[in-house]
């Protein structure tokens, strides 16, 4: 994840976890920054879990005395029933081909009322459903026009390319078109399974993880400054491109 979206979601992350004495599980922990980022906000255990080898070999070299483990996460709860104040996701959600069981195993790990906190691409406006394009800024795209004439479009348009009048613009494609795509996290090639929003509250709800808050993290004044030249920046001044979910466990399961 890049620096900018750290900075980003990291305070509202940990704003909800509240981490301090808390025993935590990090999923999905990749390289195990949040794992970390978790220990120095002070709590008392966290646990990172991936299914890669390869990144918890990483996280442990940079964190030896950290607690990692390979562990699928469709494969059971990482470290037995019951024993997380609260289960941390950092954009992994989308990288899981089996929500259901995914969730079933977050709601086993964690102690009654436990939080799953996580954070997740919009799949409304970002990857796969939302592409920025560099094109012509004549308004054309913002509004719906039927009566628009095509001499008249093309008119404008030419105004606009002797203007030099281009901007960034977001293109939505199907959102309701389930696909699975392949992104780069680094240097390797990983799946990403687009669904609609609607299936990541429901299925939740379904293995008694319910929702409390929906947060959509604005960059502030000061990051975006630091970041202007970034067109991720310039974007997430105009959409929210990440959710924060924050869900809490209501039943055993
Ligand atoms: C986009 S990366 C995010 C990594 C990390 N949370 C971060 O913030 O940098 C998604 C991570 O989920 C892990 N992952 C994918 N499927 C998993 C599964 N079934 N069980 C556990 N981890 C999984 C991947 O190996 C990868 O490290």
């Not at 509250?201 to 202007?228: D, H, T, W």
């Amino acid at each position: 994840m890049g620096q900018i979206v750290r900075e980003v979601l990291d305070p509202p992350m940990l704003e909800q976890i509240q981490p301090e004495g808390k025993a935590l599980l990090d999923i999905g922990c990749g390289e195990g920054y949040f794992a970390r980022v978790l220990k120095a906000a002070g709590a008392a255990r966290v646990v990172g879990a991936d299914i890669s080898p390869d990144l918890i070999g990483r996280a442990l070299a940079k964190d030896p005395e950290g607690e990692y483990q390979v562990s699928d996460i469709a494969s059971g709860p990482p470290c037995g029933v019951g024993t997380f104040d609260a289960v941390s996701a950092c954009m992994v959600l989308m990288d899981l081909p089996d929500l259901d069981v995914a969730y079933r195993n977050i709601a086993a790990s964690l102690a009654p009322h436990g939080q799953l906190v996580a954070c997740m691409i919009n799949p409304y406006y970002a990857f796969p459903v939302g592409e920025w394009r560099w094109g012509l800024s004549d308004g054309l795209h913002r509004e719906f026009d039927p009566h628009h004439r095509t001499l008249k479009r093309f008119v404008r348009q030419i105004q606009g390319v002797l203007r030099g009048d281009f901007e960034w613009i977001l293109y939505i494609t199907n959102y309701r078109e389930r696909r699975v795509v392949e992104k780069m996290l680094g240097n390797a090639a990983t799946l990403h399974f687009h669904k609609p929003f609607s299936e990541y509250v429901n299925l939740a709800a379904k293995n008694g993880l319910v929702l409390q808050s929906l947060l959509e993290p604005e960059i502030s004044p000061a990051i975006y400054e630091r970041y202007a030249h970034e067109p991720l920046a310039r974007a997430l001044t105009t959409v929210p491109l990440f959710f924060v979910l924050v869900f809490s466990k209501v039943a055993q399961v």
